[in-house]
């Protein structure tokens, strides 16, 4: 109930502001858009291809009530996937803001209807979700067990770098078509010792002592990993 009332009123503050909008093949930092993927209230993102470098991408707009937190998601996100070892997540390519007006047409800062709107850019990766993967067929008990000891790992990566992702569930979790195992989705993720409250994360892979109202912890990821084995595995 909570975490609906958040977004309800971050939903009312930014309703005002437009994303930018590109037609397939336009430029935006030296990438070309191939494809829009997913348009929601508060982010719209693109897949796109480098224009010199053999480089897909995904590129992510996300609209704030509070410029200050998004540099802060911005910041995060870039040192946490720096981190992180890439074999089990998304690379790190380039953010940062542009100002649009209601419309979302670019305009100055110093435009009187200027808003703020951050970007990030990241590899993409080709592929389907752990949802998609398993309501095809569930797989063969020991091909399961496989992805499971893989997101395991991954899990584990994220980890030993000091961060939780707060946020795992099998429509974060990709399988490529060689069927390596990568987390995505680094949006609710904390560094262990913030000493931040427990944030809202996805119903149904939410540890108890989050819905009490506690901090996550290690153990809380490994119990959203437990319920996504349990998708895989049963």
Not at 5 to 33: A, C, H, M, Q
Not at 36 to 52: F, M, N, Q, W
Not at 111 to 125: K, M, R, S, T, V
Request: hydrophobic share 40%; proline share 6%; net charge negative.
């Amino acid at each position: 109930v909570q975490a609906a009332k958040i977004f309800e009123e971050l939903v009312d503050k930014t309703e005002d502001i437009g994303f930018p909008e590109f037609s397939l093949g336009d430029i935006f930092n030296s990438y070309r858009i191939v494809e829009h993927l997913i348009p929601t209230y508060l982010s719209s993102v693109y897949r796109a291809e480098h224009t010199t470098v053999d480089q897909p991408a995904v590129i992510k707009f996300i609209k704030t009530d509070s410029p200050l937190k998004a540099l802060e998601e911005i910041r995060k996100a870039h040192d946490l996937l720096h981190r992180i070892d890439p074999q089990y997540t998304a690379r790190w390519l380039d953010g940062g803001r542009i100002f649009v007006d209601r419309s979302g047409a670019p305009v100055n800062p110093e435009h009187p209807e200027a808003n703020e709107i951050y970007f990030q850019i990241l590899e993409f990766i080709e592929g389907q979700t752990l949802r998609e993967y398993i309501g095809k067929a569930i797989p063969e008990t020991s091909k399961a067990l496989q992805i499971a000891l893989d997101i395991l790992d991954a899990v584990s990566a994220v980890h030993e770098v000091g961060w939780m992702h707060c946020d795992i569930k099998t429509e974060n979790i990709m399988i490529t078509p060689d069927e390596a195992v990568k987390i995505i989705d680094f949006g609710l993720s904390q560094k262990l010792g913030e000493g931040n409250p427990a944030r809202y994360g996805s119903p149904g892979y939410l540890p108890p002592e989050v819905k009490a109202g506690q901090p996550w912890t290690f153990a809380g990821d490994l119990y959203s990993t437990s319920c996504v084995l349990t998708s895989l595995l049963v």
